[in-house]
T-cell receptor, first 109, second 114 residues
Framework: KNEVEQSPQNLTAQEGEFITINCSYS?????LHWLQQHPGGGIVSLFM???GKKKHGRLIATINIQEKHSSLHITASHPRDSAVYIC???????????FGQGTELSVKP | GAVVSQHPSWVICKSGTSVKIECRSL??????MFWYRQFPKQSLMLMAT?????????EQGVEKDKFLINHASLTLSTLTVTSAHPEDSSFYIC??????????FGQGTRLTVV
């Protein structure tokens, strides 16, 4: 079992739909990152969470430390949101990032 | 703007040649740089961790003589793929932490060995 598990692995949505991507982790963390990777490969950091909830535009990220679970929500999804979304847990010990498998999102017009 | 600048963004090289990839931290000192490799449809895999002024630490299974890492200054870390082969074709990306929780990625380098 991976230390960071994401679901779903693939997601197709219609433009305008509300999207949720889930992430569960089993290690002790100091922070959890949500990353976006476009087809060209470049990675953009969307959120860094250590508790609670953060919002940026149409994106919302939440984390429940006790349950070791985080979610990324996209409201009013748009085709330009199509990308791979990756959650990554920053380990307490050693500062290594442990990556989930990624969720490939495709938003159709 | 970018916090970490990685170059080149893509490179095609002949089998047997060496390729150098650079990651520069902008506006802050990067004492640590993590280097990752990503094959298609797979997650990022940590190759090595470099610390300024000391030898890099390589993950199990990564050949240190093939993937040379240099971190001679606080703003520059380099990864050199020596004697590249087609199986080294991959996406390489660097990351540096800032503080205890922030993570900044380079733009990545897509290497194709022909």
């Amino acid at each position: 079992k991976n230390e960071v598990e994401q679901s779903p692995q693939n997601l197709t949505a219609q433009e305008g739909e509300f999207i949720t991507i889930n992430c569960s982790y089993s290690v002790g963390i100091s922070a959890l990152h949500w990353l976006q990777q476009h087809p060209g490969g470049g990675i953009v950091s969307l959120f860094m969470l250590s508790s609670g909830k953060k919002k940026h535009g149409r994106l919302i990220a939440t984390i429940n430390i006790q349950e070791k679970h985080s979610s990324l929500h996209i409201t009013a999804s748009h085709p330009r949101d199509s990308a791979v979304y990756i959650c990554a847990a920053l380990e307490n010990q050693g500062g290594k990032l442990i990556f989930g498998q990624g969720t490939e999102l495709s938003v159709k017009p | 703007g970018a916090v970490v600048s990685q170059h080149p963004s893509w490179v095609i090289c002949k089998s047997g040649t060496s390729v150098k990839i650079e990651c520069r931290s902008l506006d802050f000192q990067a004492t640590t740089m993590f280097w990752y490799r990503q094959f298609p449809k797979q997650s990022l895999m940590l190759m090595a961790t470099s610390n300024e002024g000391s030898k890099a630490t390589y993950e199990q299974g990564v050949e240190k003589d093939k993937f040379l890492i240099n971190h001679a200054s606080l703003t520059l870390s380099t990864l050199t793929v020596t004697s590249a082969h087609p199986e080294d074709s991959s996406f390489y990306i660097c990351r540096t932490p800032r503080g205890s929780t922030e993570a900044f990625f380079g733009q990545g380098t897509r290497l194709t060995v022909v």
